[in-house]
């Protein structure tokens, strides 16, 4: 391994994080609500720590794939730890393992909290919440890739360890231009919502809160009640669509760009994506429609928010779905575990995986009743490669042994098993609301400092899909051995 070129990465990691902790700084300092201090703090300590670490110069600039998974996982351990602090020297989080819950759910765009009293929070505090969704969704290492060649050739494995979802690739032949584009679809649709939620009537400093939490599918608000305080069909409706587009691959959203309409409309997990939004929302309008709980209308509205929020693995809420009949609750329970399209900014175990999983059920049952036909996988026209349906299906296999793992320790506090359940789920899948206590209207704040810590592992294994942080576990990976 490459340890000098780790360390230095992992330097220019943490002075980016202090940059990134300017505008709470700014927002600190014009409402003077007593918080300005922390990001000082804050700020001065990470460039310190990130300017000891740059002194670090490799004699090799390249990077193996091994060194990308280790500055990976250690930045995102790194910028969660350091993104606790100004909850911490502010007060306003006294204990550290709650201030670090609080961040690491910020950065992975868990959206989970252990706050009781949103609103109680500053202002300086609630858009740095919101803003680690921003940092988190796309990625600070893609960002540091978009403005610094830190990993030279070796820079496409901090790619292909940061990326959600298999086989991510370059957009164009240079990755630092991937990088730039990828941002500049990110910030455009950032700023697209900023002004839709403004005209829709919403505050401008709450109008910034949800974009970002949209943005990063995150789910932190600055309200109790979440979007649901707004009671606003409009901001329903628009942060909705974005939420789906935020679930959206980016390279689809490049291509449109571009005018490659049929190679969109043309892509299977795009299709799957949408089929299965589709229905969610038509079965969930029906259940709840059903037993007379509200309106069709409302009905309708909030199955779609819900829906959006959940399979994008966003976690706004606009209506209190734990009391909505026990189909919906499981279906939004199935769209936990599917999650969103590879290559956005959405949690879960991607829509991709479950169609390669569900091809892979059918090729074994039609090899059941003729076991001389040889077939491949598909997705669209392309022949998918059998190291990446392994890797598929050891991610599912690793996932459901990881989540089985968590809530037989969650259990051990004697929760009911909806609240350990979902909770893990929740945590794992970078959703953020569950169902009983930590359902749309509850918090992770009752759990004890321990169980918070599982759920924070949870949270950073599931924002980095698994094999970056258990790999981190392996003392075979930190050898000084050339692979």
């Keep these: 391994m490459n340890h000098r070129a780790v360390l230095r990465s992992l330097g220019i990691v943490l002075l980016a994080e202090a940059g990134c902790m300017i505008p709470s700084l700014i927002i600190a300092l014009y409402y003077k609500e007593g918080d300005t201090s922390a990001f000082a703090l804050t700020m001065a300590i990470l460039v310190i720590a990130g300017l000891a670490l740059v002194q670090f110069r490799p004699v090799k600039k390249g990077l193996y794939a091994r060194d990308g998974l280790a500055i990976v996982s250690l930045g995102w351990i790194g910028l969660s730890l350091f993104g606790a602090m100004p909850f911490y020297f502010s007060g306003e989080i006294p204990v550290i393992v709650d201030a670090i819950f609080e961040s690491v759910s910020g950065f992975t765009t868990t959206g989970a909290s252990i706050l009781t009293d949103v609103e109680r929070l500053s202002k ?17 290492l893609l960002l540091t890739l978009a403005i610094l060649p830190l990993a030279g050739a070796g820079a496409v494995h901090i790619l292909r360890a940061e990326s959600p979802g298999p086989s991510p690739g370059k957009l164009v032949p240079k990755l630092a231009q991937t990088a730039k584009i990828l941002y500049i679809l990110y910030l455009g649709l950032t700023v697209a919502e900023v002004i839709a939620l403004l005209i829709a009537g919403m505050p401008f400093f709450d109008a910034l809160i949800h974009a970002f939490g949209t943005a990063g599918t995150g789910g932190f608000s600055n309200r109790n009640s979440s979007v649901g305080a707004y009671n606003s069909l409009t901001i329903d409706i628009i942060i909705g669509v974005f939420m789906l587009l935020f679930g959206i691959s980016f390279a689809l959203h490049y291509q449109l760009i571009r005018g490659n309409w049929r190679s969109v409309l043309k892509d299977e997990e795009l ?9 969610s929302v038509l079965l969930i309008t029906w259940d709840v429609g059903r037993h007379q709980i509200m309106g069709w209308g409302e009905t309708l509205r909030h199955s779609f928010f819900q829906v959006s929020s959940i399979i994008t693995t966003t976690g706004f809420t606009t209506h209190n779905f734990d009391d909505w009949p026990t189909l919906s609750k499981s279906i939004l329970v199935v769209l936990m575990l599917i999650g969103a399209s590879a290559g956005s900014t959405g949690g879960g175990i991607k829509c991709i ?44 296999l690793f996932y459901l042994i990881i989540m089985t793992v968590a809530i037989f320790i969650v259990s051990i506090e004697a929760r009911d098993m909806v609240t350990s359940f979902t909770a893990v789920v929740a945590c794992l899948s970078n959703i953020g609301p569950g169902l009983g206590l930590v359902g749309p209207t509850g918090h992770y704040a009752d759990f004890s400092q321990f169980v918070k810590v599982v759920l924070s592992i949870c949270m950073l294994i599931g924002r980095l899909e698994i094999m970056p942080v258990v790999l981190l576990a392996l003392p075979s990976f930190w050898r000084r051995v050339s692979i």
């Design 124 to 140: 300086g505090l609630l858009f740095w919440r919101s803003f680690t969704h921003w940092i988190g969704g796309m990625g600070v």
């Design 353 to 396: 995986r479950i169609l390669m999983v569900l091809k892979m059920i059918r090729r074994e049952l039609v090899r059941m009743k003729h076991p001389q036909v040889v077939q491949g996988i598909r997705i669209g026209k392309r022949l998918v490669d059998q190291q990446v349906l392994m890797g598929s299906t050891l991610f599912v």
């Design 271 to 279: 299709r799957f994506y949408l089929l299965v939004v589709a229905a």
